[in-house]
């Protein structure tokens, strides 16, 4: 056996975070009937049989954690799929380990297949595709997965599309952080993808701005006299303010990060905040105003929350494990202090103190206190400890703890013996919206918050345990995320104790206890793009959008800009369509608003509230529309699984919810078809709930009886489970097109899209697509639009990918589309974090015409372009670049805008190559003859006898003839009297053409004249007839 072990860690750190989709540019796959495939890039030592000099495998470079004994990568001759070795990897702990492979070429545009063999004998393991530009700068990344563990070798595969700008890849096998593996890989190809039977043409990405904004933020903390947020965006921006007179001191992009709920005040005077997607922790100097990253946390990537201590410690708490980590500031270490509870997923809230780690975990919901010095944990008991409920926040003043479970229960504890002292649960007139004041520095027994009830301001005294509404004091109907006290040192309040206040709206708040006056303060914030998190067309033809955490957006296609982007509204997660309405299933209890199209937009009225689902629902991403009614498929809330199917008959205005249609699974999908709703579900439930199920069902309910007909599996050939029925709809061949993601019968995760007659369930056509892909959400649909041009365009496998319904030959257009839909012309609008973007159908043709190929010298006429997309549909060429050229330039002209301006007389041609979206084509040829004017003809008749009688050519008497017919001619011209002008024309014709007079001219004069003297003539002739 020949195996070596990697003895020292690299030194560089590599992202491997799933970008979103790049800006693809001319890179999106394109498909044609006369496309070829692209050649095969070699991977070098792609079966590990190079064994090398033995000090590394060649061809090869690790990615490796600081080294242990549970750590391993090797070449080994104890297994292998072909040859006489393989690659042996081994993750014996909690962090992350791979090798990633040489650099090989790719073209932008083009789809490659990767493949490895692989025998995964426990865990999981990931295949990593990384393009970089010809800077060696990386563009994007995208994984697929294996964890189907399994004594068979098994192909681990990865389809994706290199980005525009990409001229190498490489490969990384990668076993992650999230458990322990061991596997074995040989005999890795990469192949570009051939053509497939989907015509389909593409232009350059259309990029129409950030299309859902908002000014929010999900953190904050205030201390020092400075206020200090990071807003929600793509990316956030941390702020520091003056927290007198809310002045923005600073501010910052923090890249890579979108959402900040941790924000933490060090003992060393800096500011800590950490976001919920890269696991970094990030440090702001006041003094300096600099901001800097610290490191990731070895715990998990989704940062909750942060609490500081006074000697030098912050304490994070994270998702999905429940885990809580340690960062010594005067070290600059880390520490993994691991799960709070095994069997919960979130850790949502930590507070400290001296002695003790306080952290609320989630689904269900518990309290727990940690020794700091000793590490043992003790449960805290609460009133709902063990509920379907959230432990968020916790804080320590005055010798009592304050805890918010959910969004608004509050309890408040006796910290030293755990004594449940007040408990405010829903729905108590008196409920708190989320944070507690630090004690008053005028009556230290006083604490404040808000009440999310009223928006009254609250005292709560903890000597006297008594909760006291100061009434008519009324702060902004919006959740405060910090408070601090204050003392402004100019101004009106100059001088006096102020409790500051920061929303998560972004306003500013001063609140003063002597006269109880409230001031509100609107920091000057710019609104920054959120991601998109919902996107339909609606049959307005207009574009409706919601936002991650807020926002609502409209787009109006016609006149390519947005109608409305309203900064604060519920989280969109679904929008169905009825009777011209527009509904919008928001995430919070499933409440659903309606829209009036017809009607302006006014907050709190249109849209209106139009029914609350709740029923233990959360999110209502399913829409489907059919006779009057509305259905809406819905994920269970947090901690349950039992999801639900909701309908709504307009004619009687009655809403109806059937909870748990499929036991213990939430409804993913629906449609409408022959009078019966057609359903599919998840296996997964709300947040922190783990599956009680485990294969996913379409379901058969009946709108007239309000009953469920019938529960099935769908039978694919191939797959041999369903975990998620992405979304369901009707084809235009009549059947029930759908897709799935699920496993094979040897544990390969897989999709497949499928065509069922929805009568007998019968599956008529089917194809299994991207194995190995991860699912990405396990709640939001994999869409399905059929196309004008017969094609079916979907999201499966989050992917862009479109298929022909009739061959079910597919392709990939593109990599990360969660989100898009069809517009009018065939292109596709999809979202790009917050960004809306246009996928515009290739231009294919072009035409040019002119009304008349024959113009007069002087004269000016107006070329017509018309254009014909890839669909066959028109082109609008408003935006194309025009370029049009003219053979000869000395008889004709073209400008910028397509006008002719003939110069003389002669043929000449035109035409126009044409720029639209990064397509080029070019145009057929319009030729066209430009005739001289009459004066023209005259001048160069006259000029040519003058020319031949000088040089002898022409002799008297038949010059004086000829000279005096010529004189005549022109004096008729000049006075516009064209019959007189041909009457002389005609005499001097005659005069020339005589026998007598052949002895007076030359036979080469003759032939000039009679040449110059027919054009003049037919010239005059087409002035007397017009």
Do not use: C
């Amino acid at each position: 056996m020949n195996s070596w072990i990697k003895k020292t860690a690299i030194l560089f750190v590599y992202s491997m975070s799933v970008s979103s989709l790049a800006p693809l540019g001319s890179g999106f796959a394109q498909s044609t009937p006369e496309m070829v495939s692209n050649s095969s890039p070699v991977i070098n030592n792609a079966g590990f049989e190079d064994l090398g000099n033995g000090s590394e495998i060649p061809g090869w470079t690790y990615y490796w954690s600081p080294l242990t004994d549970e750590y391993s990568i090797s070449v080994t001759d104890s297994k292998s799929y072909e040859g006489n070795y393989a690659l042996k990897m081994v993750d014996g702990g909690p962090k992350s380990l791979g090798l990633i492979s040489s650099s090989f070429p790719v073209t932008e545009g083009t789809s490659y297949v990767s493949s490895v063999k692989t025998l995964l004998e426990q865990g999981s393991v990931a295949m990593i595709v990384y393009y970089y530009d010809a800077n060696h700068k990386e563009i994007s990344n995208s994984r697929a997965s294996l964890s189907s563990v399994s004594s068979d070798w098994l192909d681990l595969t990865h389809e994706g599309v290199a980005p525009p700008g990409a001229v190498t890849a490489k490969i990384m096998l990668y076993s992650g952080t999230a458990g322990y593996s061991t596997a074995y890989f040989d005999h890795m190809t990469v192949s570009a993808a051939t053509a497939a039977d989907v015509p389909v043409a593409f232009g350059d990405p259309i990029d129409l701005g950030a299309a859902t904004k908002t000014v929010k933020t999900s953190g904050a903390a205030m201390a020092n006299g400075e206020v200090y947020f990071a807003t929600n965006g793509t990316p956030s921006t941390f702020y520091a303010l003056d927290a007198a007179t809310g002045q923005v001191l600073y501010s910052s992009p923090v890249q890579g990060v979108n959402t900040v709920y941790g924000v933490a005040f060090g003992s060393d005077g800096n500011v800590y905040l950490s976001g919920v997607e890269n696991g970094m922790l990030y440090r702001y100097s006041p003094a300096a105003k600099t901001l800097e990253s610290v490191g990731v946390n070895p715990s998990e990537k989704l940062v909750w929350d942060l609490a500081a201590t006074s000697d030098g410690k912050i304490y994070g708490a994270t998702y999905p494990n429940s885990k809580i980590f340690e960062y010594d500031i005067a070290s600059n270490q880390f520490r993994d202090l691991g799960s709070v509870r095994e069997d919960v997923m979130y850790a949502r809230g930590i507070g400290v103190t001296d002695r003790y780690i306080y952290v609320g975990v989630g689904n269900p919901a518990y309290l727990y206190k940690i020794d700091r010095q000793t590490g043992e944990k003790s449960e805290v008991k609460l009133p709902n400890s063990g509920a379907n409920d959230m432990i968020a926040d916790i804080w320590s003043y005055n010798g009592k703890l304050f805890v918010r479970s959910g969004a608004t229960t509050l309890f408040i504890l006796d910290e030293e013996s755990e004594e449940v002292l007040q408990s405010l649960p829903w729905p108590s007139p008196t409920r708190f919206d989320s944070m507690i004041s630090p004690p008053s520095p005028l009556d230290r027994d006083l604490v404040y918050f808000r009440n999310v009830v009223n928006s009254e301001l609250v005292t709560y005294n903890t000597a006297t345990n008594e909760i006291i509404p100061l009434e008519g004091v009324v702060l902004p109907n919006s959740t405060v995320r910090a408070y601090d006290w204050v003392t402004p040192q100019t101004g009106h309040k100059a001088g006096k104790t102020l409790l500051a206040m920061v929303t998560e709206k972004l306003e500013y708040v001063l609140f003063d206890p002597e006269d109880q006056s409230v001031e509100t303060i609107m920091p000057e914030i710019e609104a920054e793009g959120i991601d998109i998190q919902s996107l339909e067309m609606g049959p307005d033809g207009k574009l409706y959008m919601g936002g991650f955490h807020t926002a609502l957006s409209i787009f109006d296609p016609k006149s390519n800009a947005y109608e409305l982007q309203e900064r604060v509204f519920p989280q969109i997660e679904g929008i169905g369509f009825l009777n011209d309405k527009i509904y919008f299933g928001t995430y919070g209890g499933a409440v659903i608003y309606k829209y009036d199209p017809s009607q302006p937009y006014k907050k709190d009225v249109n849209p209106s509230l139009a029914f609350n689902i709740e029923d233990g629902q959360s999110r209502p991403f399913a829409f489907a529309t059919g006779e009057d009614q509305l259905f809406i498929g819905t994920i269970a809330d947090y901690g349950l699984v039992k999801g639900a199917l909701t309908m709504y008959d307009e004619p009687t205005d009655t809403w109806t919810t059937i909870p748990d249609i499929v036991e213990n699974q939430s409804v993913m999908s629906v449609a409408y078809k022959d009078g019966l709703v057609y359903g599919g579900t998840t296996i997964h439930g709300g947040g922190g709930s783990t599956p009680a199920a485990s294969e996913a069902k379409m379901f058969i309910f009946d709108p007239k009886t309000k009953s469920k007909v019938k529960e099935f599996s769908p039978a694919i050939p191939g797959m041999a489970s369903h975990q998620l029925i992405g979304d369901l709809k009707e084809g235009p061949d009549g059947r029930l097109w759908g897709v799935t993601w699920g496993k094979t019968a040897s544990g390969t995760t897989v999709y497949s899209v499928f065509a069922m007659d929805a009568a007998s369930q019968v599956i008529e056509k089917s194809k299994l697509l991207y194995p190995n892909a991860p699912s990405g959400s396990t709640w939001r649909p994999y869409f399905l639009r059929f196309g004008d041009d017969g094609l079916l365009y979907t999201t499966v496998g989050r992917t862009l990918t479109v298929i022909n319904p009739e061959t079910m030959a597919s392709k990939k257009i593109a990599d990360n589309v969660h989100l898009m839909t069809l517009a009018e012309d065939g292109g596709i609008y999809y979202a790009e974090g917050s960004h809306l973007k246009k996928l515009p159908v290739a231009l294919k043709e072009v035409a040019l015409k002119l009304d008349t190929s024959v113009l007069t010298a002087g004269e000016q006429a107006q070329l017509a372009m018309s254009g014909t997309l890839f669909n066959g549909k028109p082109a609008d060429l408003a935006q194309a670049s025009i370029n049009y050229t003219s053979s000869d330039e000395s008889i004709i002209t073209v400008s910028d805008s397509g006008s002719i301006q003939a110069i003389r007389a002669g043929r000449a041609e035109v035409q126009a190559a044409v720029v639209l979206n990064g397509v080029s084509v070019r145009s057929n040829s319009v030729v066209v003859e430009v005739r001289a004017t009459a004066e023209q003809v005259m001048e160069q008749l006259q000029q040519e006898f003058n020319l031949r009688a000088a040089s002898g050519e022409i002799l008297k008497p038949l010059e004086n003839q000829l000279a005096n017919s010529l004189k005549q001619t022109e004096h008729h011209l000049l006075k516009r009297q064209v019959a007189q002008a041909i009457h002389h024309l005609e005499k001097f014709t005659r005069d020339l053409e005589d026998p007598k007079m052949n002895a007076y001219i030359t036979p080469a004069a003759k032939e000039a004249l009679e040449l110059q003297a027919a054009e003049l003539l037919d010239t005059l002739n087409q002035q007397l007839d017009s």
